[in-house]
């Protein structure tokens, strides 16, 4: 039997070892690689584009020869204004990318050694910059579509005399969510929340190309996509898969795995930030065939690339 991709030596090339022992200078080096790639780490002004620049290395600042303005490897980016040394944000983000269920915010200020609220907006800032890769995404091809619900558990009461039918909706909590994903079989996971598993039908009709082909299973919502794409349904209620590729299984791998950082990483999601552990799920399912530090280094790419975050930037000082 063939070894699984995550217990070979190809999906380990990046480790925490090896980033402490490059220390600060190697870590500032790698930011600026990927900050100017199309440069080789040499700077370029934000504001004016301008390559002409001054180094103040004592504050490891630029200053553009044009314009006069002064920057650094972060500025604009979703790590302007950081107070993390270069070599740790490397390092969370190597234990991000690590945890194929996700990781606490809790574990991680303990394994960076920061405050919880640290280590909650920077793992948010991060699941914002990997879900900015899917934002124009089409979906062409075998394309998958479903649901699921999450989070507005109500607890029975303790008494018997006093418990209601949970199964009425004026005794279930507003805060339940739905997840609706679509995923193309060999491509992207696209996740997003609803209150209803039928507002998917817009969504589908918005992100899949025209000549998608659909699978899904019985849901009666799902009828009014045989319109406009070619439709495969399975009817869970009498199997699961009838051979031929006609199932949904990969879209429920991905809900397997979201069920599983949420109920055993996170324990509990707010529905507001429902989303964001949502796209967190699709980002590590789509890429699991990728190395940690292939990962670690696209996330880091992708976050020196995304404007500062204006839903995290100074979320603690924020009145609610």
Not at 143 to 164: C, K, S, T, W
Not at 204 to 228: I, N, P, S, Y
Not at 263 to 291: C, I, M, P, T
Request: charged share 25%.
């Amino acid at each position: 039997m063939a070894q699984h991709f995550l217990l070979s030596a190809e999906s380990r090339t990046l480790s925490l070892k090896e980033i402490y022992e490059g220390g600060e200078g190697k870590a500032y080096d790698t930011f600026k690689r990927l900050r100017w790639a199309s440069t080789q780490g040499e700077p370029v002004c934000p504001k004016c584009g301008c390559l002409d620049h001054y180094d103040i290395p004592t504050r490891r600042k630029f200053k553009c020869a044009a314009c006069h303005a002064q920057f650094s490897v972060t500025s604009g980016t979703m790590f302007a204004s950081r107070k993390l040394a270069f070599v740790d944000l490397l390092a969370a983000i190597c234990l991000f990318v690590n945890g194929s269920k996700g990781m606490s915010a809790v574990q991680f200020s303990r394994d960076l050694d920061v405050q919880y609220k640290t280590a909650f907006v920077l793992a948010h800032k991060l699941r914002e910059a990997l879900a900015a890769e899917t934002v124009t995404e089409m979906l062409d091809g075998e394309v998958e579509i479903d649901g699921a619900y999450f989070g507005g558990h109500v607890r029975p009461e303790n008494r018997v005399e006093d418990r209601v039918d949970r199964r009425k909706k004026e005794n279930q909590s507003d805060r339940r969510r739905v997840v609706v994903a679509l995923r193309q079989r060999s491509g992207r996971t696209l996740s997003f929340v609803r209150m209803s598993e039928a507002d998917g039908v817009d969504i589908a009709r918005a992100r899949m190309v025209a000549g998608a082909k659909l699978f899904a299973d019985e849901a009666t919502h799902w009828d009014a996509l045989e319109m406009q794409f070619a439709s495969t349904r399975i009817n869970h209620s009498v199997s699961y898969s009838d051979g031929h590729g006609k199932h949904t299984n990969m879209v429920e791998s991905y809900f397997s795995r979201l069920r599983r950082m949420v109920r055993g990483q996170h324990h509990f999601v707010s529905h507001k930030y429902l989303y964001q552990y949502a796209n967190h799920a699709a980002w590590l399912e789509d890429h699991r065939r990728r190395s940690n530090g292939g990962n670690a280094f696209a996330l880091l790419g992708g976050s020196l690339n995304h404007p500062v975050s204006r839903i995290w930037a100074g979320y603690w000082q924020r009145s609610e």
